[in-house]
């Protein structure tokens, strides 16, 4: 904010002119007056001349520094804003910050003239050393409090108390207050200033006729505490990083003081939806992890508890906005992130999840449409992401969007193009409180200056009505908490030139048109919060775990299970708060990667030995393994040959396996001819995605030869001589079939010499044959079985062949057929079932046996 630098009216040339004049003269004279000095035990009249310019002076010797030998802090300065009739009370402490002894020292108040500026007050709050006139004169007399004797290195506690109708305060303005220590040394026993410490008072009797109004952020925002981990059961126990959330919710606490302190000031309510989820979470039975990578308890479930039920009465019927969940980084999306794609496409879903996530946990709809990079700092890459998802308004702040040409504090609203507002925060407002807030004094002092610089802002244009926008720094301390939280109450209570709005309300004001509406271009980034950017490999990573994510939700009969603890875990790994901790971001991102390929690979492939097929059509059993809590469906699996053998292994199959369970995937597979092949197998997701790794294994082709089908053969042959063999051999023991047309024959016509004929012919006495008996009693040569009585034995001696004939041969012909028969039980190793044993019967007479 360009302003015109004022003391008491004075243009800021000529004061430093006087300034450094007056210095001169002083330094000048400064030798001869101490050589002037009277000895010890002289009047203290005798030397007063001296009083004046010794404060000026720094001390060349070890006793101190002239005003800065001692150290003095203004802790308390009550009421902060008095009006008349109150009694200014103020404390703190006085320290020696020498090497010798203060003797008897004094503490006083000191008012100095009227700051008619913000830069003046600025100027005032940086001075250390002491400035005659600029620094007032002194409260003295029964005012004072003595400190007595301080030893090097002591420190004693004061307390002032000074009635506001004697500081003299002439007109309404902001005010420089002292409190200075007056004391001797040893080598300049004479009184001297010996510290000085500076504050502000603001003072007004009445109300301003146009007061400035004010939005103040609340915001409540932590780092990443919750991890994409959970345990098994059906709760999915969440598992934390660590346990620090428990201690900021506890009692004095960081978010618990936010929420103590915040609840009866008029503010609005930011909030990153991540910590209500997480401190949700821990309302729960919850686990954290520890050092040897398991986990224990968490311990903070009564303080999240309460520290809920306190933040959903505090917001009731409050303003709230709500960042996209899990604060993402908006210049390093904007600078780095927006080169990788489907990194940007993240930034809508989170804002969707901030607005469930927030009417679920506080029952209250919040406000969506704000972005608020970080410490305001814009260009028009950052604009361009921050909007992209639906936020109309841009958080800024007054050190990227400059306005040089004007000498008063304009309306935050700046109208941007394309629809949408610039809010420009007040720069010295929003880093007011940024300090070390418990160091002695600086609470106080930081306090008193933010209610004086908004005093002067009202006093800059006190007819014309404004807006202003406050945003401090993401995560206060508990000390910064408390003092925000004073001076905020302090402006409430006095109501005299400031009034609170909601940020909405804000981004509505009637913008000031001679306000810089200009977003500056990407080389007007700071260097300092480049440096601290997430890298463009943070957005790569994220992507890949994303893609993962969306395929192995897809085999997943229960995907929210992993769907919701993984997708938030995504939104945190681009965090805001990764600034300034790259490497916990780095470790953040990778812990999540690593757990969810992990959980991946639970579903997998068994590998197989090598196989052997015993033939050229075979099934060839591959199994899935579920090591997880849920079933999974929507795999296939299919297997691939290296086809040198021509290995048919058929369709893909589809996959569907219980949780905890395995499942057998058969294959029908033939070969055309033998050898050995390598088949591949893997599975695949519904869009033909490759789901884990493959796996390869042998198969082995052992087709029927040509030597075994030969041997098969002969036994085959052999099966069926010996079936034709027993077929004629129950065939001879059964007999010639009966001619139904043959004469019967008496029944006592049989005698030893009755033949029966293989062929099927008749007996008859003498024979058989055609022609009727021989002169010697032979058989006609036409029987071939027939008998007849000329014979000694009764039997013919025709062409047909004698009993000791056939038995002969059929003797040679057992003999021919054993060969045969050793064969084949050489060749089956023993005499099978299906052939029978041989029969021994003989032959009947007259079979012929066809080989």
């Known amino acids: 904010m360009a302003e015109a630098a004022e003391i008491q009216g004075i243009p800021t040339a000529p004061l430093r002119r006087w300034l450094r004049r007056t210095t001169i003269a002083l330094l000048a004279t400064a030798p001869v007056l101490g050589a002037l000095a009277p000895l010890p035990g002289s009047a203290p009249a005798a030397h007063a001349a001296t009083h004046a310019a ?95 004797t301080l030893q090097p290195g002591i420190s004693r506690s004061f307390t002032l108390k000074v009635p506001v109708s004697q500081l003299k305060l002439s007109r309404d303005g902001v005010y420089q207050v002292g409190v200075s220590l007056t004391g001797r040394t040893s080598k300049r026993p004479y009184d001297q200033l010996l510290g000085i410490t500076r504050s502000f008072l603001p003072w007004q009797e009445s109300a301003s006729r146009e007061k400035t109004r004010m939005t103040y952020l609340w915001p409540l925002v932590s780092t990443p505490h919750l991890t994409a981990r959970t345990e098994s059961d059906e709760q999915q126990t969440p598992v934390f990083r660590d346990d620090k959330l428990a201690r900021d919710l506890a009692p004095g606490g960081r978010l618990q003081q936010m929420v103590a302190l915040g609840k009866d000031l008029p503010v609005t309510w930011v909030i990153d939806p991540d910590l209500l989820a997480t401190v949700d979470a821990m309302t729960k039975r919850y686990r954290v992890q520890d050092e040897d990578g398991g986990t224990v308890a968490g311990k903070g479930q009564e303080y999240a508890k309460q520290w809920l039920m306190d933040l959903q009465d505090a917001v009731k019927g409050e303003e709230v906005a709500a960042l996209p969940f899990g604060d993402p980084d908006l210049a390093s999306l904007a600078h780095r992130g927006k080169s990788v794609p489907g990194a940007l496409s993240n930034l ?42 639906g936020a109309h308004n841009v958080i800024a702040r007054g050190d990227s969007i400059r306005d040089t040409a004007l000498s008063y504090a304009p309306t935050a609203a700046r109208p941007i193009g394309g629809g949408n507002t610039a809010l420009v925060a007040d ?8 300090g070390d807030m418990s160091r002695a004094g600086a609470s106080s002092k930081a306090v008193q200056r933010f209610l004086a610089e908004t005093l002067a802002i009202t006093a800059q ?49 009637k913008p000031d048109p001679n306000a810089n509406t200009r977003v500056p271009g990407s080389g007007s980034y700071p260097s300092a919060l480049r440096k601290q950017e997430l890298p463009t490999e943070a957005y790569e990573r994220v ?36 600034r300034g901790d790259a490497k916990g971001g780095t470790e953040y991102r990778e812990s999540v990667q690593s757990y969810l390929i992990g959980l991946t690979k639970k579903v997998h492939l068994i590998q197989k030995s090598p196989i052997t097929l015993s033939g050229r059509s075979a099934t060839i059993p591959v199994t899935v393994q579920n090591n997880l809590v849920q079933e999974v469906d929507g795999l296939e699996l299919r ?213």
């Open 54 to 148: 010794a404060p000026a002076t720094r001390s060349a010797d070890t006793e101190g520094s002239g005003s800065r030998t001692a150290d003095l802090s203004v802790n308390t300065l009550t009421p902060s804003t008095p009006e008349k009739g109150d009694t200014l009370t103020v404390t703190g402490t006085v320290t020696n910050d020498s090497k010798t002894a203060i003797t008897d020292g004094s503490v006083a108040l000191r008012i100095g003239p009227s700051l008619g500026s913000r830069g003046a007050i600025g100027q005032a709050a940086e001075r250390e050393s002491y400035l005659s006139g600029a620094d007032g004169s002194e409260i003295g007399g029964k005012r004072a409090e003595k400190v007595g």
């Open 348 to 389: 809508g879903p989170a804002t969707e999840l901030a607005t469930d996530t927030v009417e679920t946990i506080l029952h209250t709809r919040p406000r969506t449409d704000f972005a608020w990079p970080v410490d305001g700092a814009v260009d028009s890459s950052i604009v361009d992401v921050a909007t992209s998802a």
């Open 543 to 578: 992507q890949q775990t994303e893609a993962t994510l969306e395929d192995f939700k897809q085999v997943l009969t229960r995907g929210d299970r992993v769907v919701t603890p993984f997708g938030t875990a995504i939104d945190r790994a681009v965090s805001t708060s990764w």
């Open 639 to 851: 297997l691939k040959s290296s086809r040198r053998i021509g290995l048919d292994v058929g369709q893909s199959q589809p996959v569907k396996v219980d949780g905890g369970h395995s499942q057998s995937v058969k294959f029908t597979t033939s070969a055309k001819a033998n050898g050995r092949s390598f088949v591949e197998a893997q599975l695949y997701t519904k869009d033909g995605k490759p789901y884990g790794k493959p796996m390869r294994f042998r198969v082995n082709v052992t087709s029927i030869t040509s030597a075994v089908l030969l041997v098969i053969a002969g036994g085959v042959l052999l099966v069926v001589l010996a079936g034709i063999r027993m077929y004629t051999q129950r065939k001879r023991r059964v007999g010639p079939p009966v001619d139904p047309d043959a004469p019967l024959e008496p029944a006592d016509s049989d005698s030893d010499g009755a033949g029966s004929g293989s062929d099927g012919s008749g007996t008859d006495p003498g024979g058989s044959g055609s022609d009727g008996p021989g002169p010697d009693g032979s058989g006609g040569t036409g029987g071939s079985g027939g008998t007849g009585p000329g014979a000694p034995d009764g039997r013919g001696d025709g062409q047909g062949a004698s009993d000791e004939q056939r038995e002969d041969e059929g003797a040679r012909e057992d003999e021919d057929r054993r060969p045969e028969q050793d064969k084949e039980r050489a060749s089956h190793g023993s005499d099978r079932g299906d052939t029978g044993p041989e029969s021994g019967a003989r032959s009947a007479a007259g079979e012929k046996v066809n080989r």
């Open 427 to 434: 720069t010295g407002l929003s880093k007011a409180f940024a």
């Open 461 to 509: 244009a006190p007819t014309k009505q404004r807006s202003i926008v406050v945003a401090p720094q993401r995560m206060p301390t508990a000390s910064q908490a408390q003092a925000m939280a004073t001076a905020l109450s302090s402006l409430d209570q006095s109501g005299l030139w400031t009034e609170g709005q909601d940020l909405s309300d804000a981004a509505k004001a």
